[in-house]
């Protein structure tokens, strides 16, 4: 379930390069995907990379069945979960000072979207 307070925690005062999210974006409130946006890209130094792996949707569709059933039976568990939108997704990154560098197809109808802050 979605906890307010858990999105306002502070991030770990570390140095990364890269951050590599996997099946996380479509388990999280919205909410929590936004801090996470916003987190990551105040770590990331200029030329760093986030790198998320897991289903999206493209212009409010499904890219597949198989995307669509989970989405249901994600929101059927938490309705605040659910597959995302690649657009919302990029947007949030883009307000985090990345730009999307690449959009992969990685196997069962997966993908890894990569973008890379600049400065």
Known sequence: MFSEALTRQPWPAIEA??????????IMAWPQVEAMMEGIGKLLPDGGVF????PF????????????RFDGWLKARDPLS????????DELAGQAGMHLQDDIAM???????????SG
């Open 82 to 89: 659910g597959v995302r939108d690649f657009e919302s997704l």
């Open 51 to 54: 790198l998320l792996y897991g």
């Open 107 to 117: 196997p069962a109808n997966n993908r890894i979207l990569c973008w890379r802050k």
């Open 57 to 68: 949707n493209y212009n409010g569709r499904y890219t597949s069945d198989s995307n669509r």
């Open 17 to 26: 390069d890269a951050v590599f999210s996997a099946n996380t974006a479509h």
